[in-house]
């Protein structure tokens, strides 16, 4: 048995941990950026606190809210002129996963500028970066826990994400209580991506002890509670489970990787701008359906955990679990359309092409858009 796991990431968990920002912050920086979206932060309330608290501490501050789903790389550039204009040396993202996935891309252009490009194809290499602080205000991506920065590039459309141990954040304050006033659509999507970040790390053949035994646990806590949650936003406990679960997922998938269901979502994203839990949600059970025969043993797992009996289950209880969270959906009702198949095939072959050979099994162009037509 032979595997490394280096995962340097200080995750601070717990109700009302958010009210250690400041302090945490003073132990990293003197000057922040904070990044996050244009809206619930603020309506929330989140922002005017970590502004606060950040002044209690001693720490000054510069905003950039322009932040949107899917961040583009235009975005990470605006970004990292703002904090090197402003003298920042520390990033805080406050938000869901774009809102910290575009942190870490800033905290990285900030220091390395040039074309982000060139390090997200892996043509370029640096493991500089500006420290970051990570608030999450969602339970699904699990950016907190991880390297990765997934952005669209808007001249190319590809959606890849770059991959530095020097964006796994410096601090990761996961307060569950944050996540109790997100709308219901929100909260099916990002939780139904936590959820598959555990199973497919969990089939990826880049999996490993470790990250085996906390994508189970993780897949095993979203089962649980995510329904929970969704049909009643008072369980706290179970608001607790799934932070958990989410956060184990990010640290998951930042080891052994996602696989096909991811690898297909992202050149749907980049090209319509879905929601990715969406996409996610159009896609897996097609995905899964076609994988089964290759992959009986791991989704005989995958099925208990879930609540079934044998490994086919899988995609039947997949689609249930759609169903009672209002998240059942097609590629063709979130904007896709027949004649940008092709263009999908070629560009998942190109950005995604980790994903899916760590797949259980691989599929060609002619099984990619098979399965892309089957979603619509």
């Known amino acids: 048995m032979e595997f490394q796991y280096h995962l340097p990431v200080d995750l601070v968990f717990g109700r ?3 009210d250690l920002i400041g302090e945490k912050a003073a132990g990293i920086g003197k000057r922040a950026l904070i ?9 929330s309330g ?16 510069v905003l ?9 790389t235009t975005t990470i550039y605006e970004g990292a002129e703002l904090a090197k204009a402003q003298n920042c040396d520390l990033v805080i993202a406050l938000g869901g996963g774009s809102s910290i996935d575009a942190a870490k891309g800033i905290a990285f252009q900030a220091v390395n500028g040039g074309d982000i490009n060139e390090y997200i194809f892996g043509r370029a290499f640096s493991d500089k970066a500006l420290p970051i602080v990570a608030v999450p205000t969602t339970c699904g991506t699990g950016s907190e826990g991880n390297g990765f920065s997934v952005m669209t590039n808007p001249d190319t459309m590809d959606k890849k994400s770059l991959r530095c141990n020097a964006i796994v954040p410096t601090c990761s304050i996961i307060d569950p209580l944050l996540m109790t006033t997100m709308p219901k659509s929100i909260l099916a999507s990002v939780g ?12 990826s053949a880049s999996v490993q002890p470790l990250t085996a035994m906390q994508a189970l646990e ?36 930042g080891v052994s990787g996602v696989t096909a269901p991811h690898g297909m979502e992202h050149p749907a994203s980049g090209l319509m701008d879905i929601v990715h839990g969406k996409g996610l949600a159009a896609l897996t059970p097609v995905v899964f359906r076609h994988t089964l025969p290759a992959g009986e043993e791991k989704f005989g797992v995958i099925s208990k955990l879930l609540g079934g009996s044998k490994p086919s289950d899988v995609v039947e209880l997949l689609e249930s679990l759609l169903q009672r969270l209002h998240l059942t959906t097609t590629l063709g009702e979130c904007g896709i359309t027949e004649d940008q198949i092709p263009w999908m095939v070629s560009n998942c072959l190109k950005v995604s092409i980790g994903g899916l050979k760590a797949h259980p099994k691989f599929f060609d162009a002619d099984e990619l858009a098979e399965i892309y037509r089957e979603a619509l």
């Not at 139904?192 to 089939?203: I, K, P, Q, V």
């Open 35 to 43: 990044v996050t979206g244009g809206n619930s932060t603020k309506r």
């Open 192 to 203: 139904f991506d936590a959820l598959c970040h555990n199973m497919e790390a969990f089939l």
């Open 16 to 18: 009302g941990k958010s």
């Open 64 to 72: 950039f809210d322009q932040v949107t789903p899917n961040p583009l």
């Open 46 to 61: 989140l922002l005017d606190k970590t502004e606060e608290l950040l002044r209690e501490n001693g720490v000054s501050c």
């Open 218 to 253: 993780g897949i095993r806590m979203s089962a649980r509670s995510l329904v929970s949650v969704y049909e009643d936003s008072s369980d706290v406990d179970g608001w607790d489970e799934l932070c958990l679960a989410s956060t184990l997922g990010g640290m998951v998938i």
